[in-house]
């Protein structure tokens, strides 16, 4: 009995080679995102307030936007008039002392601008327009009277005042057209400071919220 083929076969398959086995190396872990630096509360803040959120353009909302040259005239003497009663500190003499000049330089040139946004309001308001116009410069006033800018606001209006010495009475309403933002810096910058804060905090504080629950049966129809 003849094994000749059982017994190549197994030959051929002692000859086989097997390839070394491969190995596939592992992609490394990605690096953990890091976590971002926690978002201070601004000086002066506190939790709560009452801040005014960015509008569409990213901008915060003040009384001092959209203004013709009088009423931007008129606006700037109000803040400087909140400087000249709220800066206190060693520019607080120098303050005083050049609000009250600018208020005696240029009397006719402010009983102008404020005659002429005046006229605005009635043209407005009509009937109403005193009772609009006292509103309106009311929160003019709190808002330049809000203390966590204070610093920022008193450095600025002690410069503008340091300016206006040299600004003529008939250059004044552009001017303050232009300038009127240095006022409003400080203001907008503690908001967008304080909207910060708030937007990192907003997360934490709604997973803290307490949940509450209702009863489905208490909706249910008779």
Partial sequence: MRRYPILLACCLTACVVRPAPVEVAQAPSPAPSPTPAPVPLPPGASPGMNVPFPLVDGS??????????????????????????????????????????????????????????????????????????????????????????????CAASEALLVELEAVPAEELPAFAHARLADLDRPFTGFYAAYHAWRTQSLPVALARAPRIEVDPKVLRLP
């Avoid at 700037?76 to 120098?94: I, K, M, S, W």
């Avoid at 043209?123 to 808002?143: F, I, K, V």
Wanted: proline share 6%; net charge positive; charged share 20%.
């Fill in 60 to 153: 915060f909302p003040t009384p001092n936007r959209n203004l013709s040259p009088a009423g931007a005239l008129w606006h700037l003497r109000g803040g400087l008039n909140v400087a000249a009663l709220a800066c206190r500190g060693p520019g607080e003499t120098a303050t005083i002392a050049r609000y009250n000049v600018l208020l005696a330089s240029q009397k006719a040139a402010l009983a102008q601008a404020q005659k002429a946004y005046e006229a605005e309001y009635r043209a407005a308001a009509r009937a109403e327009w005193q009772a609009r116009w006292d509103s309106a410069m009311t929160r003019l006033y709190n808002y330049f009277s809000q203390s966590p800018p204070r610093e920022g606001f």
